[in-house]
């Protein structure tokens, strides 16, 4: 703005003396007139530049006016919206806590109420199997052990739903982490877990994070038990746990395997409970596993993705951020 008045003062000023110059000349006045005209001239120049000035700095302070109001209206409506946000988060926390508290009374439900009669449903069977196997056919063998078997695959998943409530409502407890002697022990205890399936797993060296120890040791469990169990029947299976670095700078921690693999059209079913990709005939599990996981990674400020082809096995990839903070205490 101050360059455009002063662009216009000086053409004004310009085109003022070049225009009465050239009138004076052409009226070919006397000498004393001539100076009378040309003081006059100078005068009208001033005041004529002042009243130029006056009206551009007018205009001027009328838009900077316009520019205050319009800020401090913005910051009102600002201030408005921070205000309605933190009523929203305020009412968010009390939402939150309320269904922690009822999560957390589903779990004692579940953990007290649910598991007994399914212990009863397993030890009876068990023993009529075991007591009264002479005087049962074969049908009613079969049928005990399904109904002993349906009860232990419920217990388990009891179990998982369990461990995945605790998971979301646990507080963490950061410190460094070494994630390549977390997964070194996962490793160790799949091996002796299961001792006759051979699997080579190569972990990379000095992999550390801040985090949660216990609760990632849960999370690299899944992962390493999800790569062990779908490279079962692989001809040379293998594991590996790495590190990249990704396009922002940060790190990428990864679990790759040359197993079943999957079609990435199911991608989205990975992290959602009891989606599985493989019919439980084929390979075992709860569908918790992978959810498990991912709350982890999410509870750690991190993400957790998945690239596969049938066939040609899977690679799991995770991130570890600066922690978020722990859940407020109902």
Same mark, same amino acid.
């Given at each position: 703005?101050?360059?455009?008045?002063?662009?216009?003062?000086?053409? %004004?000023?310009?085109?003022?003396?070049?225009?009465?110059?050239?009138?004076?000349?052409?009226?070919?006045?006397?000498?004393?007139?001539?100076?009378?005209?040309?003081?006059?001239?100078?005068?009208?120049?001033?005041?004529?530049?002042?009243?130029?000035?006056?009206?551009?700095?007018?205009?001027?302070?009328?838009?900077?006016?316009?520019?205050?109001?319009?800020?401090?209206?913005?910051?009102?409506?600002?201030?408005?919206?921070?205000?309605?946000?933190?009523?929203?988060?305020?009412?968010?926390?009390?939402?939150?806590?309320?269904?922690?508290?009822?999560?957390?009374?589903?779990?004692?439900?579940?953990?007290?109420?649910?598991?007994?009669?399914?212990?009863?449903?397993? *030890?009876?069977?068990?023993?009529?199997?075991?007591?009264?196997?002479?005087?049962?056919?074969?049908?009613?063998?079969?049928?005990?052990?399904?109904?002993?078997?349906?009860?232990?695959?419920?217990? *388990?998943?009891?179990?998982?739903?369990?461990?995945?409530?605790?998971?979301?409502?646990?507080?963490?407890?950061?410190?460094?982490?070494?994630?390549?002697?977390?997964?070194?022990?996962?490793?160790?205890?799949?091996?002796?877990?299961?001792?006759?399936?051979? &699997?080579?797993?190569?972990?990379?060296?000095?992999?550390? &994070?801040?985090?949660?120890?216990?609760?990632?040791?849960?999370?690299?469990?899944?992962?390493?038990?999800?790569?062990?169990?779908?490279?079962?029947?692989?001809?040379?299976?293998?594991?590996?746990? *790495?590190?990249?670095?990704?396009?922002?700078?940060?790190?990428?921690?990864?679990?790759?395997?040359?197993?079943?693999?999957?079609?990435?059209?199911?991608?989205?079913?990975?992290?959602?409970?009891?989606?599985?990709?493989?019919?439980?005939?084929?390979?075992?599990?709860? *569908?918790?596993?992978?959810?498990?996981?991912?709350?982890?990674?999410?509870?750690?400020?991190?993400?957790?993705?998945?690239?596969?082809?049938?066939?040609?096995?899977?690679?799991?990839?995770?991130?570890?951020? %600066?922690?978020?903070?722990?859940?407020?205490?109902?």
């Amino acid at each position: 703005m101050p360059r455009t008045i002063a662009l216009i003062y000086l053409a %004004a000023g310009a085109l003022w003396i070049f225009l009465t110059d050239r009138w004076l000349a052409w009226l070919d006045l006397d000498p004393h007139t001539l100076e009378v005209l040309h003081t006059s001239k100078g005068w009208l120049a001033i005041l004529g530049s002042a009243v130029l000035l006056y009206i551009l700095l007018r205009r001027h302070k009328r838009r900077d006016e316009a520019a205050v109001s319009a800020l401090l209206e913005s910051q009102r409506e600002v201030q408005q919206m921070n205000a309605e946000l933190e009523k929203r988060v305020a009412e968010r926390t009390r939402q939150l806590q309320a269904a922690n508290r009822e999560l957390e009374s589903f779990a004692y439900a579940v953990s007290h109420d649910l598991r007994a009669p399914l212990r009863s449903l397993s *030890g009876f069977s068990q023993i009529l199997q075991e007591t009264a196997a002479e005087q049962l056919d074969d049908k009613s063998l079969h049928y005990l052990r399904r109904i002993h078997d349906a009860s232990q695959r419920m217990s *388990g998943l009891i179990e998982a739903l369990l461990g995945l409530s605790r998971i979301s409502t646990a507080e963490l407890a950061i410190r460094p982490v070494n994630l390549t002697q977390l997964c070194t022990d996962a490793a160790a205890a799949l091996r002796e877990k299961f001792p006759d399936h051979k &699997v080579q797993i190569e972990i990379a060296p000095n992999m550390h &994070v801040e985090g949660d120890a216990r609760l990632l040791r849960i999370a690299v469990d899944s992962l390493l038990g999800n790569a062990w169990k779908f490279s079962m029947k692989a001809a040379q299976p293998t594991i590996a746990v *790495g590190v990249q670095t990704g396009v922002t700078g940060g790190h990428i921690y990864f679990v790759r395997d040359n197993g079943v693999g999957f079609d990435m059209a199911y991608a989205n079913k990975l992290f959602v409970p009891f989606q599985r990709l493989h019919p439980d005939a084929e390979f075992q599990g709860s *569908g918790i596993g992978l959810v498990t996981a991912q709350r982890v990674i999410a509870r750690h400020n991190g993400r957790i993705w998945a690239e596969a082809q049938v066939n040609e096995g899977a690679t799991f990839y995770f991130t570890i951020n %600066a922690p978020l903070a722990p859940p407020a205490t109902p």
